[in-house]
């Protein structure tokens, strides 16, 4: 097992590299065009704003998968979400920082970082702005806040977004349009193999 580990090693430092090669170092006025970029999305996205979303959703694990449509409610800093089949039976919920259903196991996401992973946004501190390539900024949070996220200029919106979760790693991949939060969103959590699939049906303020 030692042997087989230690041969793959070298493989996956080449890929490690290649994966960081892509992006170019960043010159001062580009960065500080990034994170201007970054400051209107922060803006636009009014993460403190309570809200009601509701969306399509495929939650799967695996093989197995689950369709529904995802409720989501945004009140200070609490985020909970129910997740109904085509007849309205429950699903799964969440709740207290967990996704839970029947047919998948428990999934850990801090309340904080599904608001921000729906948002599409990452608060706190500004980011350090990495490299660059094709259009597009790295962003990095460090420290307690870690963070990396793949910011489109042109649009001022971000395409990718990687934060550390109780269980491990877990991003957010996004596309149009937005409203100002993504119309659609992916995200995985790398150590279960679990995906969520979102398509935004309606974003309202909260009564």
Same mark, same amino acid.
């Given at each position: 097992?030692?042997?087989?580990?230690?041969?793959?090693?070298?493989?996956?430092?080449?890929?490690?590299?290649?994966?960081?090669?892509?992006?170019?170092?960043?010159?001062?006025?580009?960065?500080?065009?990034?994170?201007?970029?970054?400051?209107?999305?922060?803006?636009?996205a009014d993460l403190g704003k309570d809200a009601n979303l509701l969306y399509d959703a495929v939650v799967?694990?695996?093989?197995?998968?689950?369709?529904?449509?995802?409720?989501?409610?945004?009140?200070?800093?609490?985020?909970?979400?129910?997740?109904?089949?085509?007849?309205?039976?429950?699903?799964?919920?969440?709740?207290?920082? @967990?996704?839970?259903?029947e047919k998948i196991a428990s999934v850990a996401i801090a309340p904080r970082q599904l608001r921000a992973?729906?948002?599409?946004?990452?608060?706190?501190?500004?980011?350090?702005?990495?490299?660059?390539?094709?259009?597009?900024?790295?962003?990095?949070?460090?420290?307690?806040?870690?963070?990396?996220?793949?910011?489109?200029?042109?649009?001022?919106?971000?395409?990718?977004?990687?934060?550390?979760?109780? @269980?491990?790693?877990?991003?957010?991949?996004?596309?149009?349009?937005?409203?100002?939060?993504?119309?659609?969103?992916?995200?995985?959590?790398?150590?279960?193999?679990?995906?969520?699939?979102?398509?935004?049906?309606?974003?309202?303020?909260?009564?």
């Open positions: 097992m030692r042997a087989r580990a230690a041969a793959a090693l070298p493989a996956i430092l080449l890929l490690a590299s290649a994966c960081a090669s892509t992006f170019h170092p960043v010159t001062a006025p580009d960065a500080a065009r990034a994170l201007d970029a970054w400051t209107r999305a922060i803006r636009d799967s694990q695996g093989v197995a998968s689950t369709r529904g449509t995802l409720a989501v409610r945004l009140r200070g800093e609490r985020v909970e979400a129910s997740l109904a089949g085509p007849f309205g039976a429950p699903l799964a919920t969440y709740a207290d920082g @967990q996704l839970r259903g992973l729906l948002a599409g946004v990452w608060s706190g501190e500004a980011p350090e702005v990495r490299g660059q390539r094709s259009g597009q900024a790295l962003l990095v949070w460090s420290g307690s806040d870690a963070a990396r996220g793949v910011l489109d200029l042109a649009q001022g919106r971000l395409v990718r977004l990687s934060v550390s979760g109780p @269980q491990g790693e877990i991003e957010a991949r996004y596309a149009g349009p937005w409203t100002p939060w993504p119309g659609a969103v992916v995200i995985d959590e790398k150590r279960l193999g679990s995906r969520l699939k979102l398509r935004l049906l309606s974003r309202e303020p909260s009564a």
